[in-house]
C-alpha cells in the first residue's frame, strides 16, 4: 500500500506478452496502464 497516490506516479508496471514475444523473437513488453492512479491510457510504440 503506497502512502500517498504521488510514490505510485511514474511507476507503471510491465508485463511481459510472452506470446507475441515468442513468435516474433523480440522481447514484447506492455504497460498496465489500469495499474495507475488516473488509469491513463496511451498508445506507443517504441
Avoid: H, W, Y
Wanted: glycine share 10%; hydrophobic share 40%; aromatic share 2%.
Amino acid at each position: 500500500m503506497a502512502a500517498s497516490v504521488l510514490d505510485v506516479i511514474g511507476n507503471t508496471p510491465l508485463i511481459r506478452l510472452r506470446r507475441a514475444s515468442e513468435e516474433t523473437g523480440c522481447e514484447i513488453l506492455g504497460k498496465a496502464e489500469f495499474m495507475n492512479p488516473g488509469q491513463s491510457v496511451k498508445d506507443r510504440a517504441g
